[in-house]
């Protein structure tokens, strides 16, 4: 596609509910990661795959926080047992490059996620 | 630790320039990027600078000094829809990316 597409573009889970979050990147970018950014504040890195190898998860808050791109072009957030702590907007942004091409990030507008 | 800091809000003159500094304590460095963001919506590449001094892209420009661990990004005769935040990132050694909060850059007629 043109750009990077987030689906939902708001979710609200009530505290303990399961959520997945979609990302589709433009399409043949190599890299994608994942950010989370609360209000007022910058992204903060999650994790980022190039093609469909999670090479760094080190982001990840917690094990309730997991990541796939099995085909190497759309990604999936999920948080488990959400919390309210959960609650920030998630980002996506894929690059043509590979992480040490230092590329260009073209991000998606995000999912708001807030937890009940 | 990494460090990015921003002014977290400053307000101009529509017509007028304003400089947003950015000074950066990071491991390692491998370039710099602006990245501009209006609320509720994706942050969108400015500029990117690794070598030392000024690159100019229209109203926009942004200037580097690495002995310094200092960047600024500059907006000339502003308009209201630079009212947004402006994120400043590092590249570290890693080829992680570290991010600033952001500045809010407040325009008034």
């Known amino acids: 596609g043109a750009g990077v597409s987030q689906s939902p573009r708001y979710k609200v889970a009530k505290r303990g509910q399961d959520v997945a979050l979609r990302c589709d990147p433009i399409?043949?970018?190599?890299?994608l990661f994942w950010y989370q950014q609360a209000l007022g504040q910058g992204p903060e890195f999650l994790t980022y795959?190039?093609?469909?190898?999670?090479?760094?998860k080190s982001g990840l808050p917690s094990d309730r926080f997991f990541a796939e791109r099995p085909e190497g072009s759309v990604s999936t957030l999920k948080i488990q047992r959400t919390q309210q702590e959960d609650s920030a907007v998630y980002l996506c942004?894929?690059?043509?490059?590979?992480?040490?091409?230092?590329?260009?990030?073209?991000f998606g507008a995000g999912s708001r996620l807030t937890v009940l | 630790g990494q460090n990015i800091d921003q002014p977290t809000e400053m307000t101009a003159t529509e017509g007028a320039i304003v400089q947003i500094n950015c000074t950066y304590q990071?491991?390692?460095?491998?370039?710099l990027f602006w990245y501009q963001q209006h609320a509720g919506e994706a942050p969108t590449f400015l500029s990117y600078?690794?070598l030392d001094g000024l690159e100019e892209k229209g109203r926009f420009s942004s200037f580097l000094s690495r002995s310094k661990g200092y960047s600024y990004l500059l907006l000339k005769e502003l308009q209201m829809k630079d009212s947004a935040s402006y994120l400043c990132?590092?590249?570290?050694?890693?080829?992680?990316?570290?991010w600033g909060a952001g500045t809010k850059l407040i325009i008034k007629p």
């Open positions: 942004a894929s690059s043509s490059y590979d992480r040490a091409g230092a590329n260009v990030l073209t």
């Open positions: 399409s043949g970018h190599v890299s």
């Open positions: 795959f190039q093609n469909e190898a999670q090479l760094d």
């Open positions: 990071t491991s390692g460095f491998n370039g």
């Open positions: 600078n690794v």
């Open positions: 990132a590092v590249i570290d050694s890693n080829y992680q990316l570290i």
